[in-house]
């Protein structure tokens, strides 16, 4: 119960966070991407803000044996380098840099209850349920 | 265009690493956004997609109180079907390449991840190169 809690505790910042820095808004991203136009740094701050706490409390976390509230961390296990992590990537890049929304910017948008978020989420899920199907085919 | 956010940007992103920081510590997860969205397809435990849920709650729950109090800053210049390719394309893509712009770049960089770090420069890189081939090219 408390893990459910902090998760919805969590999306709460990490969406104000996306609204404050304006990264919600598709108009910030393609001003950032748009490097032979004018340029817009924002996304660079943002980066840069959220590293500045990440980098050095994330190693102070993980030196603990397990989480707070867990039985143990869930972490990615995969390490090596390999094609559906490039391809992948190359894939996703296309698509954000179309519309200017990845996953964590267009979630928070549907609170606006604009039907073209609504269209981008629903396509972004049919995306990540093909993906799932061609990886365990 | 409109001029840099560099307050907003700043704070904007520290929130983001303390929401990370938070959920990493407390519950031991990654806050990749598509890979806790994409557990919601996959995942076999109801506990599992309870807290999947509540996170995608809180985040539609923070977005409309900022809406609330400021009104969302949202202006989105692609229309109908360029939004279903791009919502394909970032659905399929972040599932294959195991993470988004929030798992890869914030969090898989503060793991010193070499896998996040060299997708972080890939989707970067498609990013810019698919807005400079639609803005200034066709």
Known sequence: ?137 | MIEPNTLGGLIGGALIGLAAVLLLALNGRIAGISGILGGLITSTGRGDRFWRCAFIFGLLAGAGLYALTSGLPLELQARGPTLLVAGLLVGFGTRLGSGCTSGHGVCGLARRSPRSLLATMVFMVAAALTVFLTHHIF
């Open chain 1, 1 to 137: 119960m408390a893990q459910i809690a902090v998760a919805f505790a969590v999306g709460i910042i990490f969406a104000l966070g996306l609204a404050v820095s304006e990264m919600i808004n598709p108009a910030r991203i393609i001003g950032f991407l748009d490097v032979a136009g004018r340029w817009d740094p924002t996304l660079l701050l943002v980066m840069a803000g959220a590293l500045a706490v990440t980098v050095p409390i994330f190693p102070l976390i993980l030196r603990r044996s397990k989480p707070i509230l867990a039985a143990q961390f869930s972490l990615p296990t995969k390490t090596q380098v390999d094609p559906p992590l490039v391809i992948g990537a190359a894939i996703f890049g296309a698509g954000w840099g179309l519309a200017g929304f990845c996953p964590g910017p267009a979630l928070a948008a549907l609170a606006s209850g604009s039907p073209s978020v609504i269209l981008f989420v629903a396509a972004m899920l049919v995306g990540q349920w093909l993906a799932w199907r061609f990886e365990t085919r």
